[in-house]
């Protein structure tokens, strides 16, 4: 084996790895698109009072045992909200799909701009994430936060390998 191939295998071995990883986050940032999609076109349907009406009516009804106190909240926060305000929320979603979209597809295809497009989106709100999950603790927050966390940690170390080194694990597996 020659020196050359000697070391380029652990490099070629690393890039296919670097590579699902890749693509592991991809389709989480296109799940997540898909989600903020669904949000985005139920906040315009409500943004119709009949629509909104029809919802609180069908949540004033609902039968749920033990949640009676919840679902008047619920009601209450929605008719305090009001149908005017889901604009608001749907044209937020649709932003934040547009990001994590671009995000997802540019990691899927292995773009170098879009490794650092995600570490500074979703570095940006990890943050915001922390004070939320300190101030108003959830599991789910927190495996958000982890998640989020993790994800800047992998993208950064991927994205500060030199490009020389990308290319000759490229040309090795090509």
């Not at 990001?99 to 990890?126: C, D, H, P, Q």
């Not at 599991?139 to 170390?157: E, M, P, Q, S």
Request: with cysteine; hydrophobic share 50%; net charge neutral.
């Amino acid at each position: 084996m020659s020196d050359i191939e000697s070391t380029t295998e652990p490099a070629a071995a690393a890039s296919l790895q670097h590579h699902a990883g890749l693509r592991v986050i991809a389709v989480y940032e296109i799940i997540k698109t898909a989600c903020l999609v669904l949000v985005a076109m139920a906040a315009f349907h409500l943004d119709r009072q009949q629509n909104f009406e029809q919802l609180v009516h069908w949540l004033e009804h609902l039968s749920l045992a033990d949640s009676n106190g919840l679902r008047w909240r619920l009601v209450g926060l929605l008719q305090d909200f009001g149908p005017s305000r889901f604009v608001a929320v749907g044209a937020v979603a649709l932003g934040y799909a547009v990001l994590f979209g671009i995000e997802g597809v540019g990691l899927w295809l292995g773009k170098y701009w879009a490794e650092w497009f995600t570490v500074i989106a979703t570095g940006s709100l990890i943050p915001l994430e922390l004070y939320e999950t300190l101030h108003r603790f959830g599991w789910l927050k927190l495996a958000t936060l982890a998640g989020n966390a993790a994800i800047v940690v992998y993208l950064v170390r991927i994205a500060l390998q030199t490009r020389a080194t990308r290319r000759a694990s490229k040309h090795h597996t090509s």
